[in-house]
């Protein structure tokens, strides 16, 4: 089965007609909508380029997520920094049923003066109420917590899945991010084999720079980068890898022909 190679960026709305075809030329089939700073995408002011960017994903092939805002944190001490936080995740998740993407990936927040356990709870029980919500909503989305670079942030790989098991929730693997995490010290195999019973993953990807405490700077992808993770990535599996490099067209193309040269030796 085909890994999917896509792009966290989507162009300028109104060229996403020209942009997805553009993507579908070269073999790109998934794109992740950054609303990283910003959900910048409104359904009362952006009708038409809802509808465009649906039509266009289906027409030519690219499988649609979105990132939420980096300021979330589910922890917080403040109730209504929480509550701010929950606003956006679910602004993304009606954004993305609107124009037809299936995952919102975020992160969930950070220790701050709990312990792991306390912060997991406390994060645990917001993903519950988040799901609770979608489901009155009548949402077609799929929350999927990221696992994160750095060492004041929650989302440990052990931690990510057992959100998975305790909220039903998805799953986003950032190798990039536990690479850094871990200091170069855990292999992308090592990272891979806790999720190893999943028949879908989507990931994140990139190089990266890390210090004593983790990711400091997404890089540009190099081959040899790409080619150790896929690798150890199993070919029988629904697989998605969005690059986050700050070339992510460029490192996703690359990352494509990295993968033929594997599976065809040419």
Known sequence: MPIKFGTAGIGPIKEVEHTFEEFAGVGIKACEIPFTYGIYIKKDRHKKEIEQI?????????????HAPYWINLNSEEKEKVEKSKERILGC?????????ERIVFHPGYYSKKSPAETYQKIKGEILELKKEIKKKNWNITLCPETAGRENVFGKENEILQLVKDTDCFFTIDFAHLWARNQGKKSYKKIYEKFRYF???HCHFSGIEYGKNGEKKHLITSERT???LLKILPKNKDITIINESPDPFGDSVKSLKVWKSLNTGR
Do not use: H, M, T
């Open 93 to 101: 998740c009606e954004v993305g049923n609107l124009i037809g993407a």
């Open 54 to 66: 649906k039509r266009a994903s289906k027409k030519f092939g690219i499988q649609l997520s979105i």
């Open 199 to 201: 028949d879908k993953l």
């Open 226 to 228: 790409i080619k150790s």
